[in-house]
């Protein structure tokens, strides 16, 4: 079952937690040692951040898939480190990941450093809300390079009350022009809802080719005998520009359209436990600049995904991180495993 590991950073204590939880992530993820420093020294980095600018925050650290989706689901992995923080935000960002630029009296190399060490990195941050920073380090090549069919994916997992593993599980697949998004929710949490997931992710991997409806009957069948668990499946197919989405459970879809989001409904049913006799993919259109979002039900179901100018071309995972982040606080904290995956197109050349 896959370890996530969510890290509190409230005071200078947690940094050495920060550093053991990216070296054991990068063990579970087969980097070698020199890459495993350098994710090191970059969580190091966005956690002394977190103290330093924003009073403290949270680091989520998961071995990932890569951002561009390939064939047949490769094992190629990378460790992604999320910095989460409801600080003053930062009102210049391109300026702050210049080396040199400080607001509190250091080097002002942190976010320079990670983007130096990091296969891909990106800052969003929204002045008086709070900043979210994303480091994926992998083998050192080139982790971001878009899919031929231009399409990327990415997501976080914040398993519940700081366990070590998530019963919700995300994946994307590439097959041909075609890209598969899937979340899945274990029932309830803990590690039988981890082993049900993380069932349905290497099910996906032998089913990717298939239109949505039928991968979840292939997903049904290799779930059997476990907890089951809620499964959205969204499938991009580039040369057509379609867009196929079919769910089971309380898994939430959603797609921006013309200026909105748009709600994808799931049929009601638990994967290997109760499947409808029949099941139909949703059609859509794909193309432009349309964004699938997904969540697990550890966000609210009604609560319509942020729609900033800045945030939906952004990396997928930031803007699952942002939406995750936004949906909670100290106050509120999350009720259950709670994950956020996005699909949205690669971005072109020029922009």
């Known amino acids: 079952m896959p370890r996530v590991w969510d890290v509190p950073v409230h005071d200078s204590t947690r940094l050495r937690d920060a550093r053991l939880a990216v070296e054991e992530a990068a063990d579970a993820g087969g980097l070698d040692e020199a890459r495993t420093a350098a994710a090191a020294l970059v969580a190091t980095e966005l956690a002394t951040n977190l103290l330093k600018h924003a009073d403290g925050g949270r680091l989520l650290i998961d071995v990932v898939p890569p951002p561009a989706p390939v064939e047949g689901g490769d094992r190629t992995r990378f460790v992604q480190i999320a910095a989460l923080d409801h600080g003053p935000g930062i ?47 992998g ?91 809620a499964v959205a499946v969204a499938q991009v197919d580039t040369a057509a520009g379609t867009l196929r989405f079919a769910g089971l459970g309380n898994a939430s879809a959603w797609l921006w359209e013309d200026g909105a989001w748009h709600c994808l409904l ?40 942020p729609s900033a100018p800045d945030l939906l071309p952004a990396d997928p995972a930031v803007m699952a991180a942002v939406t995750l982040r936004d949906s909670g606080s100290a106050a509120r904290p999350p009720r259950d495993d709670t994950t956020v995956a996005v699909l949205s197109p690669a971005p072109r050349e020029g922009r």
């Open 91 to 137: 009102a210049d960002v391109p300026s702050a990941l210049d080396d040199g630029f400080t607001t509190a009296r250091s080097l002002g190399a942190g976010l320079g450093t990670c983007r130096r060490l990091a296969d891909t990195f990106a800052v969003h941050s929204t002045p008086g809300r709070g900043t979210v920073a994303l480091a994926r380090v």
């Open 266 to 305: 799931s049929r009601p049913g638990i994967v290997g436990v109760h499947r409808p006799r029949t099941l139909t993919d949703q059609l859509r259109r794909w193309g432009g600049d349309r964004v699938l979002l997904l969540h697990s039900d550890g966000l609210p179901g009604r609560r319509t995904p």
């Open 139 to 229: 083998t050192g090549t080139a982790a971001a390079a878009p899919t031929a069919c231009g399409v990327r994916a990415g997501g976080v997992n914040l398993p519940y009350a700081g366990a070590a593993h998530s019963g919700d599980a995300w994946t994307s697949v590439g097959s041909g022009d075609r890209v598969t998004l899937m979340l899945a929710d274990g029932l309830g949490h803990g590690p039988q809802a981890a082993h049900a997931s993380s069932a349905a992710v290497e099910a996906l991997r032998q089913s990717a080719h298939l239109p949505p409806a039928e991968s979840l009957g292939r997903l049904d069948t290799a779930l059997r005998g476990t907890r089951g668990a």
